[in-house]
């Protein structure tokens, strides 16, 4: 009997070990890890942490009536999984605001016409329910485009002329940007 519950109890470990290291390992999620990075002349960063959901054949933007996966006038994380991170080392000016070098979170608002990038000083969420409105430090409209052609895998990236970055967004046919200068 004491053999049965040794040999139990390892089996137990090792599964347990094993689930704990695939739960760590977030490239195998459906919404893999993503990053952007824009760097200034003078060595200043921003970085973006997200995670990339893919598109499959859904309708990504629209009104809730449309059973679209990300609702017009809603609160998004901006990607997947945990909330989207937004770390630079230099003091910023994001769509006309100030905003101080540190550790943020960002969240969107999508609209047909326009979306709102919201930056936040809470750290660390999963992303939604959005219940952080006393931590906003801003909300920035950003301008609405649509992309040359469809975007399966959502993306944020950086688009940099001399000392300013254009932050974007990408996915089904939309893209939103806003400029970031130092």
Known sequence: MKKFALIAA?????AT?????????????????ASAECKFSDGKT????YSSPRAKGRKIFGE?????????GEIWRTGANEATTFVSDANLTVGGKSLPAGSYTIFTI????????IINKKTAEWGIPYKYEADEL????????????????FLIAFD??????TLRTEWENTRASVDITK
């Open 17 to 33: 070990f094993t689930s704990a290291q695939m739960a760590q390992d977030k490239s195998k999620r459906p919404s893999p890890p």
């Open 110 to 117: 999508p609209k047909a016409d326009k979306w709102i990038l």
């Open 160 to 165: 940099q002329m001399g000392s300013k970055c």
């Open 64 to 72: 809730a009536s449309e059973k679209a996966l990300v609702p017009y």
């Open 138 to 153: 801003a909300r920035v409209d950003m301008q609405v485009s649509k992309t040359p052609a469809p975007v399966e895998n």
């Open 46 to 49: 921003i970085k973006i942490d």
């Open 10 to 14: 390892s089996l137990f470990a090792v």
